[in-house]
C-alpha cells in the first residue's frame, strides 16, 4: 500500500532536512497512527504520499504506483484512491450537508442517480444522516469533522489520510471520530492518522509510528488487518 525506501527531503529554499533515510511500509487493511512533535516531518511525509512534494532521495510506492517518476498527469489518478480528511474541516459554507459530500462525486465525474444512493449512504454511516439540509455554520466541530470523512469517505477509496483529525474538536469527539475510523478500517480500507495527540493514540491499540527530526525513532509495529467485507 506504501512504500518508503531510504526517502530523504531536503527544502532546497532553506536547506532543511525534513525527512532522513526513512524506510516503512504499511500495507493494505492497517490502522497507523503517525505521531511525532511540530516539525518532525509529519507533513512532510503526507505531503510525499500525496505526490504534493517529491523526495530528493530514495523511492517511495503509493497503490503500485511509484511516486518519484509519476508524470503531472498521472497525479490525479494517485489521489483518487485517497480519502483526505483536514484539521479545518474545509467545507463550503454555502453548501449543506447533502451538498458538500455530493460534490465530491461530482468533481470525478459521477451521475446524479450514483450520487442520490451513495451520499445518504454515507451519512447515516457518520451517523448524520438528519443533518443533510443542515449547512456547516449549523453544526458543531465533531459534527463537521464527521462531514470532512463523509466526503473523504464517499468515492470509496482504498486509503483514509486524516491529517491531525482532533486538532479542532473536543477531546470527547476527537474519540468518537477514532474510533469512527476504526470502524472505517475493520471494513477494509486503510486508515492513516497523523497527530501530536499521544494521550489518544494510547487509548487505541494500533500501530504507532513516531517521527522525530525527520527519521522514525519507533514502530510498534501492532497492526490489524482485514479483509473488505
Given at each position: 500500500?506504501?512504500?518508503?525506501?531510504?526517502?530523504?527531503?531536503?527544502?532546497?529554499?532553506?536547506?532543511?532536512?525534513?525527512?532522513?533515510?526513512?524506510?516503512?511500509?504499511?500495507?493494505?487493511?492497517?490502522?497507523?497512527?503517525?505521531?511525532?512533535?511540530?516539525?518532525?516531518?509529519?507533513?512532510?511525509?503526507?505531503?510525499?504520499?500525496?505526490?504534493?512534494?517529491?523526495?530528493t532521495r530514495g523511492?517511495?510506492?503509493?497503490?503500485?504506483?511509484?511516486?518519484?517518476?509519476?508524470?503531472?498527469?498521472?497525479?490525479?489518478?494517485?489521489?483518487?484512491?485517497?480519502?483526505?480528511?483536514?484539521?479545518?474541516?474545509?467545507?463550503?459554507?454555502?453548501?449543506?450537508?447533502?451538498?458538500?459530500?455530493?460534490?465530491?462525486?461530482r468533481c470525478v465525474?459521477?451521475?446524479?442517480?450514483?450520487?442520490?444512493?451513495?451520499?445518504?449512504?454515507?451519512?447515516?454511516?457518520?451517523?448524520?444522516?438528519?443533518?443533510?439540509?443542515?449547512?456547516?455554520?449549523?453544526?458543531?466541530?465533531?459534527?463537521?469533522?464527521?462531514?470532512?470523512?463523509?466526503?473523504?469517505?464517499?468515492?470509496?477509496?482504498?486509503?483514509?489520510?486524516?491529517?491531525?483529525?482532533?486538532?479542532?474538536?473536543?477531546?470527547?469527539?476527537?474519540?468518537?471520530?477514532?474510533?469512527?475510523?476504526?470502524?472505517?478500517?475493520?471494513?477494509?480500507?486503510?486508515?492513516?492518522?497523523?497527530?501530536?495527540?499521544?494521550?489518544?493514540?494510547?487509548?487505541?491499540?494500533?500501530?504507532?509510528?513516531?517521527?522525530?527530526?525527520?527519521?522514525?525513532?519507533?514502530?510498534?509495529?501492532?497492526?490489524?488487518?482485514?479483509?473488505?467485507?
Amino acid at each position: 500500500m506504501i512504500e518508503f525506501k531510504n526517502v530523504s527531503k531536503v527544502y532546497s529554499s532553506n536547506g532543511a532536512h525534513a525527512l532522513d533515510n526513512v524506510s516503512l511500509n504499511i500495507e493494505k487493511g492497517e490502522f497507523v497512527f503517525i505521531v511525532g512533535s511540530s516539525g518532525a516531518g509529519k507533513s512532510t511525509f503526507l505531503k510525499l504520499i500525496m505526490h504534493e512534494e517529491t523526495p530528493t532521495r530514495g523511492s517511495i510506492t503509493v497503490n503500485d504506483m511509484h511516486l518519484e517518476k509519476m508524470k503531472r498527469r498521472k497525479v490525479p489518478y494517485l489521489r483518487r484512491t485517497m480519502g483526505i480528511v483536514f484539521q479545518d474541516f474545509r467545507l463550503i459554507s454555502k453548501m449543506t450537508v447533502y451538498e458538500n459530500v455530493a460534490f465530491a462525486m461530482r468533481c470525478v465525474g459521477k451521475k446524479n442517480r450514483t450520487i442520490k444512493k451513495r451520499v445518504p449512504y454515507i451519512l447515516d454511516l457518520v451517523g448524520l444522516k438528519d443533518k443533510a439540509q443542515d449547512h456547516p455554520s449549523e453544526l458543531s466541530g465533531g459534527e463537521q469533522q464527521r462531514v470532512s470523512l463523509a466526503r473523504a469517505l464517499v468515492n470509496n477509496p482504498a486509503m483514509i489520510i486524516a491529517d491531525e483529525p482532533t486538532g479542532n474538536i473536543d477531546p470527547e469527539m476527537s474519540y468518537e471520530i477514532i474510533e469512527l475510523l476504526s470502524e472505517i478500517n475493520k471494513r477494509g480500507t486503510t486508515v492513516l492518522v497523523v497527530t501530536h495527540e499521544h494521550e489518544l493514540v494510547k487509548s487505541f491499540n494500533k500501530r504507532v509510528i513516531t517521527i522525530e527530526n525527520g527519521r522514525v525513532i519507533s514502530d510498534s509495529g501492532e497492526k490489524e488487518t482485514f479483509v473488505a467485507i
